[in-house]
């Protein structure tokens, strides 16, 4: 099992102490270490900053909007990246929700997977650099076919060659379908809200995909699960949890309309429908407060490690033994230090 650092996205803005943590967890012998986007800040800015000081941690993003970009703009992004770090980018890449995608950016949501799939071949095509980039389409059409065009387009090749032809790509997927996908077209798979009880079906998924993949690469030995855990060490178990029910109640209340929320989904596949009810109506009600309050213990400890060090110790075992092969913690520069104190 390995370990990450991620810093998320921004909320009104730079986190305090950020640099420090990055620092820190690479002298601490930490993996990587990753940022993220919704509708504010952006994945890339902050992790070259961030990134730039440091020499040997991997930099990750969990994740970039595949509605934010061009799917040309990510793999020059994720080029220049990669040669700026030496090596070390992994491009995470997920399709955001309806709420975003069509609030934020202006682009239909339907098909995400479909769009998913075409959008990650046009990557590889950018990055693989053996030929002019084209697509049929039907979501991102190379050249530019539409009748409001000049007709003038022409299949590019990348002017810069990739430092790395084969550079990692990540997929942010919570259903069981998109799971699949992951395992079937990426190199590794980012889950969200992530429950150890549930490792069996998440390798029935991602060996559906495995079975579907088109390269040569052994998925077994090769593939990647990052996944990110809130990690909370405090003697007195409710308070850690009490820690994380904020977050937990934004996710499964407030992020997604009714009816066409991915993450409250996924709690509600853990057993936890009556109470992903509840949660909704609060939040959604504008009653934000208990809606925290009605998030159970049981599920904070289902997704997080909470509670005294030796809890935590005993419970890592779960995900030791889970498709995980690295957690992703959150939190300060002291978080950082509470988690390799843990494992020292």
């Not at 061009?70 to 709420?99: E, K, Y």
């Not at 998109?178 to 150890?196: H, R, T, Y």
């Not at 820690?243 to 989904?265: E, Q, S, T």
């Not at 509670?307 to 959150?330: C, H, N, Y």
Request: aromatic content about 8%; proline content about 6%.
């Amino acid at each position: 099992m390995r370990f990450g650092y991620n810093i998320g996205y921004w909320r009104q803005g730079p986190p305090a102490g950020a640099r420090e943590a990055v620092q820190e967890a690479e002298r601490l012998g930490f993996d990587s270490v990753w940022t993220s986007e919704a509708y504010g800040s952006d994945a890339l800015t902050p992790l070259a900053w961030w990134g730039a000081q440091t020499e040997r941690l991997k930099l990750g993003t969990a994740i970039m909007q595949m509605s934010a970009r061009a799917a040309t703009a990510t793999a020059m992004a994720a080029i220049t990246m990669d040669h700026l770090s030496n090596g070390r980018f992994i491009l995470g890449l997920g399709a955001s929700g309806p709420q975003v995608v069509e609030g934020w950016y202006g682009q239909p949501y339907p098909k995400p997977l479909a769009r998913t799939r075409e959008y990650v071949d046009i990557v590889r095509q950018v990055l693989e650099r053996s030929a002019p980039v084209t697509s049929d389409g039907p979501f991102y059409p190379l050249p530019y076919s539409g009748g409001d065009g000049t007709g003038l387009g022409k299949p590019l090749v990348s002017t810069v060659h990739p430092l790395r032809r084969e550079l990692p790509i990540y997929l942010a997927a919570e259903g069981p379908k998109n799971v699949s996908l992951a395992a079937e077209i990426a190199d590794g798979w980012l889950p969200f809200l992530f429950s150890p009880r549930q490792n069996a079906e998440f390798r029935a998924q991602l060996a559906d995909g495995f079975a579907r993949r088109a390269d040569e690469r052994s998925p077994q030995t090769d593939f990647e699960v990052a996944v990110t855990v809130p990690v909370v060490v405090n003697d007195d178990v409710e308070k850690a949890a009490d820690a994380v029910r904020p977050m937990i109640a934004l996710y499964v209340g407030g992020m997604g309309a009714k009816g066409a929320n991915f993450h409250r989904d996924v709690v509600a596949r853990l057993g936890y429908e009556a109470e992903c009810d509840l949660i909704q109506e609060l939040y959604l009600g504008g009653r934000k407060e208990e809606a925290i309050a009605a998030v159970p213990t049981k599920l904070v400890e289902e997704i997080a490690l909470i509670g005294p060090a030796a809890k935590i110790r005993d419970e890592l075992a779960r995900w030791e033994e889970s498709v995980v092969t690295t957690i992703l913690v959150q939190g300060d520069v002291r978080t950082v230090r509470a988690v390799a104190e843990l494992l020292g």
